[in-house]
């Protein structure tokens, strides 16, 4: 059984920043890429950014310079340091892992349940 819990979402002013946090737990034999996602309303699920067990970054272009992603693998924790928010990056931010648990060796996508980030004046 494997968890992804989610914290750091909020309200935010405009040009103001977030940092969001997702810690993954259970039967975990590895992780090889976790990252964020998000969905606005009436809009699909998109890719905000990526990060593999070796580091290998991307972004979705709408946020290049202005979110980091980062990883402990220690921890199995995930951040998005998030700078300069803007209206349209308003979402659920969902949590995702690629990982391959003890029990079978089986490797699978998991998401964490979602955080809302609100950006407004």
């Known amino acids: 059984q494997v968890q992804l819990v989610e914290s750091g979402g909020g309200l935010v002013q405009p040009g103001g920043s977030l940092r969001l946090s997702c810690a993954a737990s259970g039967n975990i034999f590895s992780i090889n890429v976790m990252g964020w996602y998000r969905q606005a309303p009436g809009k699909q699920r998109e890719l905000v950014a990526t990060?593999?067990?070796?580091?290998?970054?991307n972004y979705t272009d709408s946020v290049k310079g202005r979110f980091a992603i980062s990883r402990d693998n220690a921890k199995n924790t995930v951040y998005l340091q998030m700078n300069s928010l803007k209206p349209e990056d308003t979402a659920v931010y969902y949590c995702?892992?690629?990982?391959?648990?003890?029990?079978?060796?089986?490797?699978?996508?998991?998401w964490g349940q979602g955080t809302q980030v609100t950006v407004s004046s």
């Open positions: 995702n892992a690629r990982l391959t648990t003890r029990q079978g060796l089986v490797t699978s996508d998991y």
């Open positions: 990060i593999t067990s070796l580091g290998i970054i």
